[in-house]
């Protein structure tokens, strides 16, 4: 909003957002919540912190870094990398990693932790599409997982074809996913479900 309506104040909130999460939490073994707590923390430092001082850019950049050594060090969070523990919370902490690997470029002395995190980040979303998903679009964990699972990957994927080209996007596999959600949202096959992850209170989700 900050941007698209050139809002002073609005950038000022994602600004004090960005600081609170560095204040106020640090990267721990929850890979769920550490993952959305990254992506906020280097979206956060990207949009809102053109005029922050240089101390509170120095907080941000330090913490973004422990998260960063957190998971790309962490046995805990290797193991999400491969089958059985591959599934949407891979996304959301590989993600954010690839999403701080870039924000930071040019900006702290541990450059090689940039690389380790772009490249933690491009073996899960490669692992994600070969074991994941299916070679014509199905997602293992059913389609409310799937569109989660894009929901993650989507900042990524456009903030890396920014940066160096790589379009993940492209890939003609994410065709077969959008040609697949349209299947599952037809009408004619009334919304059933039969993935007992993705939706076990409904036989009908959709």
């Known amino acids: 909003v900050g941007h698209l309506e050139q809002d002073d104040d609005a950038l000022a909130l994602g600004k004090a957002l960005t600081l609170h999460?560095?204040?106020?939490?640090?990267?721990?073994?929850?890979e769920a919540h550490s993952g959305m707590r990254l992506r906020a923390l280097a979206l956060g430092y990207d949009l809102c912190f053109s005029n922050a001082t240089p101390a509170e850019r120095a907080l941000v950049r330090d913490e973004i870094i422990l998260y960063i050594q957190k998971m790309v060090w962490s046995p805990g969070y290797q193991n999400f990398e491969v089958a059985p523990y591959l599934a949407n919370h891979s996304a959301?902490?590989?993600?954010?990693?690839?999403?701080?690997?870039?924000?930071?470029?040019?900006e702290t002395a541990s450059a090689y932790?940039?690389?380790d995190a772009?490249?933690?980040?491009?073996?899960?979303?490669?692992?994600?599409l070969?074991?994941?998903?299916?070679?014509?679009?199905a997602y293992n964990e059913g389609v409310f997982y799937a569109a989660w699972t894009l929901k993650q990957l989507v900042y990524y994927f456009?903030?890396?074809e920014r940066f160096d080209g790589r379009a993940y996007a492209d890939n003609p596999q994410f065709e077969a996913i959008e040609s697949w959600f349209a299947y599952e949202l037809s009408p004619a096959g009334g919304g059933r479900s039969f993935n007992l992850n993705d939706s076990p209170m409904l036989s009908a989700p959709m």
């Open 21 to 30: 999460l560095a204040n106020a939490y640090n990267a721990d073994n929850d």
């Open 118 to 128: 772009l490249a933690m980040a491009d073996r899960i979303v490669d692992n994600l």
């Open 92 to 106: 959301m902490f590989g993600a954010a990693l690839g999403l701080a690997g870039i924000a930071l470029q040019e």
């Open 130 to 137: 070969h074991h994941q998903f299916d070679p014509n679009g």
């Open 113 to 115: 932790l940039l690389d």
């Open 158 to 160: 456009d903030a890396r």
